[in-house]
C-alpha cells in the first residue's frame, strides 16, 4: 500500500503529461472522427453514451438545478436551500435510479461569476511536468496559493519559435465552496467533476470541459453498460481466439496424422519401387541371356552348314568359333574354291584366308587356314536350302 502511495503522484503526473500532448489531441480527434462515421443507431448499441448529470449552482443562494446532461440538457429538478434534507437524499436517489445504465457522471457546475479566468503564458519546456510547474507558480500567476484554490487549466497553443505555451486556467477559492459541499455531503451528493458552466442561461447550458476537483479527491466514473460491452467484446475476441487456437491445434493434428499416413504410403510405394526395380533388373537380365542367346550360333548348325556346302575332297582339321567369328583350318584340293563355297551359305560371310595356303609334303594337299563371320540370322535360310536339297 505504501508503495503505491509512493508512485501514485508519479502516475498522475504521467497521465497528465499524456492528457496535455499533442498526441493525445491527435488520438482524441481521431477516434470522434472514426465514431462519427458509425450510424447512430449502431453507436448506440456497440458503444453506450456515458449517462450524465448536471448540476448547476445558482448564483444567488445554493440552491441547485438537476438536469440529465449531454447533448439536449433536460431540466429534472431543482434542489432548494431551504428544503429539509431528509426530503433532498430521497428525491436525489430517486433521480440516480432513474438512469437504467447504472450510476451517472455527476458534474457541479460552478457560475461563472463564481470562476477565475486567468489566461497564463509559461515557457515551453515546463510543458514535460505542466501540473507541477503552474502550481509552483500559481502565486506569482494570481492572487492566491495552490493550497487555497482548486484550479484547472487548458493548453491553447505552443509557439515555439517564441518558446511559450499558451493556458486557460480556471480557479476557485476553496472558502467560496465550503458551504457548498457540506449541503453536498449531507444530501449524499459526491461529484465526479467540478465544472463551469459555459453559459449562464438554461436554455443554452453547457460545460466548459475542466475539473476543478484536486486529483485526491477525483473518483473514477464506471460505465457499466460501456464496460459490459467491452467485457462481451473482450470474451467474443477471447472465444475467437480459442476457436482459432482449437482450430490450429486440430489442424496440427490433422496434418501429423496425414504426414504419418503419406509417410507410410512413401515407405511401402518405395518397398514396391524396389520390388518393381529388381523385376526389372531379373527380366533384363533374361532377356539379355535369351537375346545373347538368339544371336549366339548354334555350333551344330554351323557344323552342319559347313558339312553341306564344303565338297568331298576337303577335310576341316580344326574349326573354332568364338561368338560370330569362325576360324577353319583344313586341306583339300582347289582350296581357292573355299572362299566362295562358304560365302555361297546364307549362314557366313566375309570368308577370307588368314595367311598363305601351303602344301602338305605328306599329302599333296593344300593346307589352308580361313576365317568368316556368321550372320545368325542366316540360319533359316540355310536349313531351308538343305531341306530343299
Not at 6 to 32: C, D, M, T, V
Not at 53 to 76: A, T
Not at 325 to 347: F, M
Amino acid at each position: 500500500m505504501n508503495t503505491f502511495s509512493e508512485i501514485k503522484p508519479h502516475l498522475e503526473q504521467w497521465a497528465q503529461r499524456y492528457r496535455n500532448s499533442a498526441l493525445a489531441a491527435f488520438l482524441s480527434w481521431w477516434g470522434n472522427e472514426l465514431y462519427g462515421m458509425i450510424p447512430a443507431r449502431w453507436r448506440a448499441r456497440m458503444v453506450a453514451p456515458r449517462s450524465r448529470l448536471w448540476l448547476l449552482v445558482e448564483s444567488e443562494d445554493v440552491s441547485l438545478s438537476v438536469w440529465r446532461g449531454g447533448e439536449q440538457p433536460e431540466g429534472m429538478d431543482t434542489l432548494g436551500a431551504a428544503e429539509d434534507l431528509a426530503a433532498l437524499r430521497q428525491r436525489w436517489q430517486t433521480h440516480l435510479r432513474q438512469f437504467r445504465d447504472g450510476p451517472p457522471e455527476v458534474s457541479l457546475l460552478l457560475p461563472p461569476d463564481l470562476v477565475l479566468d486567468a489566461p497564463v503564458e509559461l515557457p515551453l519546456a515546463v510543458e514535460s511536468n505542466l501540473a507541477q510547474a503552474v502550481s509552483y507558480q500559481l502565486d506569482q500567476l494570481t492572487p492566491f496559493r495552490a493550497d487555497q484554490v482548486w484550479h484547472d487549466f487548458r493548453v491553447l497553443g505552443r509557439e515555439a519559435e517564441a518558446g511559450r505555451l499558451r493556458l486557460d486556467l480556471r480557479l476557485v477559492p476553496k472558502v467560496r465552496l465550503e458551504a457548498l459541499f457540506e449541503r453536498l455531503d449531507a444530501i449524499g451528493i459526491r461529484p465526479h467533476i467540478v465544472d463551469v458552466a459555459s453559459a449562464p442561461s438554461r436554455s443554452a447550458l453547457q460545460v466548459s470541459g475542466f475539473n476543478l476537483l484536486p486529483t485526491e479527491r477525483r473518483r473514477p466514473y464506471v460505465n457499466r453498460r460501456a464496460r459490459l460491452n467491452w467485457g462481451l467484446g473482450l470474451g467474443v475476441v477471447a472465444m475467437l481466439a480459442v476457436v482459432m487456437g482449437l482450430s490450429l491445434q486440430v489442424r496440427g493434428a490433422g496434418l501429423e496424422q496425414l504426414r504419418a499416413e503419406v509417410n507410410t504410403l512413401r515407405a511401402e510405394a518405395e518397398e514396391v519401387l524396389a520390388l518393381q526395380r529388381e523385376l526389372e533388373d531379373a527380366l533384363d537380365a533374361a532377356n539379355f541371356l535369351a537375346e545373347h542367346r538368339r544371336e549366339q550360333p548354334v555350333i551344330m548348325d554351323v557344323l552342319d552348314e559347313l558339312t553341306r556346302v564344303l565338297p568331298n575332297d576337303m577335310w576341316l582339321q580344326q574349326v573354332q568359333v568364338r561368338e560370330r567369328d569362325l576360324s577353319l583350318t583344313g586341306s583339300g584340293n582347289g582350296s581357292q574354291r573355299l572362299i566362295e563355297l562358304i560365302n555361297g551359305s546364307s549362314l557366313f560371310s566375309d570368308t577370307a584366308f588368314r595367311g598363305s595356303v601351303n602344301i602338305d609334303p605328306n599329302t599333296g594337299q593344300e593346307r589352308f587356314n580361313a576365317t568368316a563371320t556368321i550372320t545368325p540370322w542366316g540360319l533359316q535360310d540355310a536349313v531351308a536350302a538343305r531341306t530343299q536339297e
